[in-house]
């Protein structure tokens, strides 16, 4: 990365926050919540909860010291376990969560979900279905129109706080021999070397 934005003055750190789903429950506090006369203390434990992970991250773990910027990456997990109205709820509930808890200052990129190869996929995995669907490449690329329309306020609005990027869907499209993992889902390190980069050098210039 220092090879692509190089200057004396910045410094860029990145910190990689894994989210299996749009939504999960793998890190969450549950504690009291007082509904008045709440207020911080460093004697007594924090008046408020986390239901889910994507809420512990945004309104605990990263409260006292926000990042510039956020990237936000869509995997594949949703996908093959999830209808699509619930991938669009739990779209929902993520940008209610981005809009409760994230800064104004705060910029974040939305990188749409990237294509697969079947033929390497495992059987299973080919001919999964929900809700009667299969998981195939027209099912990913009508997730990506479904959460471009959940965030497209974001997009269009002054001040939105969420940027759309490249859609690394058709950017990934082209690229599978080289690109995938064995698994035929995963992608290997150097395909998200690139994404970063160009990322990067379009953030640099702006």
């Known amino acids: 990365?220092?090879?692509?934005?190089?200057?004396?003055?910045?410094?860029?750190?990145?910190?990689?926050?894994?989210?299996?789903?749009?939504?999960?429950?793998?890190?969450?506090?549950v504690r009291n919540m007082w509904k008045k006369n709440c207020h911080r203390s460093t004697e007594a434990p924090l008046c408020r909860q986390s239901n889910t992970n994507q809420e512990f991250i945004l309104s605990e773990y990263l409260e006292s010291s926000y990042p510039d910027v956020i990237l936000l990456f869509s995997g594949n997990h949703d996908k093959a376990r999830s209808g699509l109205s619930k991938i669009r709820g739990d779209m929902?509930?993520?940008?209610?969560?981005?809009?409760?808890?994230?800064?104004?200052?705060?910029?974040?990129?939305?990188?749409?979900?990237?294509?697969?190869?079947?033929?390497?996929?495992?059987?299973?995995?080919?001919?999964?279905?929900?809700d009667g669907e299969s998981k195939t490449k027209a099912f990913i690329k009508?997730?990506?129109?479904?959460?471009?329309?959940?965030?497209?306020?974001?997009?269009v609005e002054t001040g939105g706080r969420?940027?759309?990027?490249l859609d690394i869907y058709d950017m990934s499209l082209g690229v599978l021999d080289w690109t995938m993992a064995e698994s035929g889902i995963h992608r290997r390190p150097e395909w998200y070397d690139v994404v970063l980069s160009n990322w990067v050098q379009t953030f640099c210039e702006h």
């Open 162 to 165: 969420i940027l759309p990027f």
């Open 1 to 29: 990365m220092a090879e692509v934005c190089r200057d004396d003055t910045i410094e860029i750190n990145l910190e990689y926050i894994v989210m299996e789903f749009f939504v999960d429950t793998e890190v969450s506090t």
């Open 92 to 130: 929902e509930y993520l940008k209610m969560l981005i809009k409760t808890y994230v800064p104004k200052q705060t910029k974040l990129f939305w990188f749409s979900k990237i294509s697969e190869n079947l033929r390497q996929k495992r059987k299973y995995w080919r001919d999964v279905k929900f």
């Open 142 to 155: 009508r997730i990506n129109v479904e959460l471009f329309d959940v965030l497209r306020t974001e997009f």
